[in-house]
């Protein structure tokens, strides 16, 4: 094979993006650009090879080069929130706003589930399980108990879509639903989806009022026509309050 570059050197931190467990994984596909304020960001591909072997999600992390002149991310491959290009001045050290996954590996309550699609398949931190509730389930519901007070920022959830047949029309569609959190014995809605007019398969949103909260919940409210419902992955990301 001829190389594509004459005297090309693989540096000695690559892939970039090469990792190998939880939600963000792959074997570091992808490429590098410039952004906002002269900086890089690597877009790489996810492999989710359940339905398909080649299905893929795409990822995006900041790059910088290091005293050596070899590129590198300096907050690794994220599963958490980042400030999006040109959000803060110094990106390098301060594109993280250390918001925590608060549900991943707790045990989830739900209305009812699917058998071999229980509740915990929906915060295992995987992309090939899912929580699904049963195909009569018309008010499903999975509640996760955070065992303690934190402020939630965001939420973030990973649908799964079963039953897709384009050639007769179960095709994706939006997902209506609302997240709650729970504190002082009441419930508080921090997204309200019930109007969702936007086909997402990964939904994430930030929290217009965040709120102190040590339980979280989703409701699925409408599914589309045609599918059933399931959910990869329930997160929501917040500090100790």
């Known amino acids: 094979m001829i190389p ?26 992808g490429c590098v650009e410039r952004g906002p304020n002269d900086t890089l960001w690597a877009f790489y591909t996810i492999p989710t090879p359940y339905t398909h072997h080649y299905e893929r999600r795409i990822g995006m992390d900041l790059v910088a080069v290091d005293k050596n002149g070899e590129l590198y991310c ?4 994220t599963d958490t929130p980042q400030y999006q290009p040109g959000k803060v001045q110094n990106s390098i050290e301060n594109n993280c706003p250390k918001w925590l996954n608060l549900t991943g590996g707790s045990r989830p309550e739900v209305s009812s589930a699917k058998e071999g699609r229980d509740a915990l398949y929906a915060v295992d931190e995987s992309k090939i399980t899912w929580w699904q509730p049963e195909d009569l389930d018309e ?20 649908w799964k879509e079963i ?17 709650e959190g729970y504190h002082n014995g009441e419930w508080i809605c921090l997204v309200d989806a019930t109007d969702n ?24 409210i409408e599914k589309p026509k045609g599918l059933q419902i399931g959910i990869i992955d329930f997160c929501v990301f917040g500090v100790r309050s």
């Open 4 to 29: 594509p570059l004459t005297g090309f050197i693989c540096q000695k931190n690559n892939p970039l993006t090469y990792n190998t467990s939880g939600l963000v994984s792959g074997a570091g596909h």
């Open 74 to 77: 300096p907050h690794g491959v």
């Open 139 to 158: 008010n499903p519901v999975l509640t996760c108990n955070l065992k303690a007070e934190y402020t939630i920022y965001s939420t973030r959830i990973f």
């Open 163 to 179: 039953g897709l047949d384009y050639k007769n029309g179960a095709i994706p569609a939006p997902i209506k639903y609302i997240v």
């Open 197 to 220: 007019e936007e086909e997402k398969n990964i939904d994430y949103r930030e929290i217009t009022k965040p709120c102190v909260c040590d339980k979280a919940r989703i409701r699925i």
